[in-house]
């Protein structure tokens, strides 16, 4: 296992298969995961076509807070998903990644 991995894998909500998704999409380390933001590696991973649902959102949200993605607060929830659904319509991650 990298030291990328294992600090990937420190933070919450993320196990191997999602460190694993975020490595797909070139975020190796919390630094890259903090300096994209949670809304863009999520257009990432969807440009991908890997399958995800809108959890993975939170959890790389709740990873970027250092807390479980099911406490992050119902409005912030709202934010993520309206950010993300307004990245998909502008091909935001597809621009961004290719």
């Known amino acids: 296992?990298?030291?990328s991995h294992s600090e990937l894998l420190q933070l919450k909500n993320l196990?191997?298969?999602s460190v694993n998704i975020l490595r797909a999409v070139g975020i190796?380390?919390?630094a890259d995961l903090h300096r994209?933001?949670?809304v863009e590696a999520y257009?990432?991973?969807?440009a991908r076509d890997i399958n995800v649902s809108k959890v993975m959102l939170y959890a790389l949200q709740g990873a970027l807070l250092n807390v479980h993605w099911n406490d992050?607060?119902?409005e912030m929830k709202l934010?993520?998903?309206?950010e993300a659904e307004q990245g998909f319509?502008?091909?935001?991650?597809?621009?961004?990644y290719a």
């Open 43 to 46: 257009l990432r991973i969807k």
């Open 36 to 38: 994209v933001g949670a």
């Open 15 to 17: 196990g191997m298969a």
């Open 79 to 82: 934010q993520l998903v309206a």
């Open 89 to 96: 319509s502008g091909g935001q991650a597809q621009q961004a």
């Open 1 to 3: 296992m990298t030291t």
């Open 28 to 30: 190796n380390t919390y």
């Open 72 to 74: 992050l607060a119902p």
